[in-house]
């Protein structure tokens, strides 16, 4: 018979849940040791980091990345400076109707920005309510994602990037290209979204 607490007895309010764990990490965020610390974590996930200094040197960059693509899918507000070398046919988000997911089958490769990247764990976090962001189908359907993140938005811990976030909006968690593995640890890539990640990293 399973024992339960009387029907009658006073209900205790829950006590305080405890958050001890850290805040913050060692390195401030932007700091050179957080955006080196980055570029580590993400390159162990097998994808690849670009830096440059300048954003006017992004244009460049993403040229190169999207040399092989013959078309390219972007959200409504990313800055299109950075689409200004490359060749591939861009494909806007909603102008004039939001891409369908037969619509993105048929794209080679997503160009987004980032809302926050967690220097600890390698992770990108885009938010769907931003306009360099986009949908989450957007990164989702396409082969390859090419992310750029500027250095403000590098901080050293989970909790750090939690505070900059809203939990109400969709968020996109992304730790390398997207990968699998079953029970022998085969791992197979693009099972679950892009099999090929490309990170901008700017300043």
């Given amino acids: 018979m399973r024992a339960g607490r009387d029907a009658g007895a006073p209900r205790t309010a829950p006590g305080p849940v405890p958050r001890e764990y850290a805040r913050r990490g060692e390195h401030d965020p932007g700091s050179p040791g957080a955006l080196d610390l980055l570029v580590e974590r993400v390159e162990d996930y097998r994808a690849t980091v670009t830096r440059v200094a300048r954003a006017e040197d992004v ?17 409504p507000g990313v800055d299109r400076a950075w689409l200004a070398g490359a060749g591939a046919a861009v494909h806007v988000d909603g102008e ?20 926050v990247a967690v220097a600890e764990t390698g992770t990108l976090v885009l938010d769907a309510s931003a306009g360099d962001q ?3 189908l957007l990164t989702l359907v396409p082969d390859h994602h090419v992310c750029v993140v500027r250095a403000e938005d590098v901080v050293g811990t989970v909790p750090e990037a939690l505070a900059r976030l809203d939990p109400l909006h969709p968020l996109t968690f992304v730790s390398g290209p997207s990968a699998t593995s079953d029970i022998e640890l085969d791992r197979v ?5 892009p099999r090929r990640l490309d990170v901008v990293l700017v300043g």
């Avoid at 244009?59 to 959200?75: C, F, M, N, Q, T």
């Avoid at 890539?189 to 979204?193: A, M, R």
């Fill in 134 to 136: 986009g949908r989450r």
């Fill in 96 to 115: 004039p109707a939001p891409l369908t997911a037969a619509d993105l089958d048929g794209v080679d490769a997503v160009l987004t920005g980032a809302a």
């Fill in 189 to 193: 890539e693009g099972v679950h979204g």
């Fill in 59 to 75: 244009a460049g960059v993403v040229a190169r990345l999207l040399a092989e693509a013959g078309s390219v899918a972007v959200p």
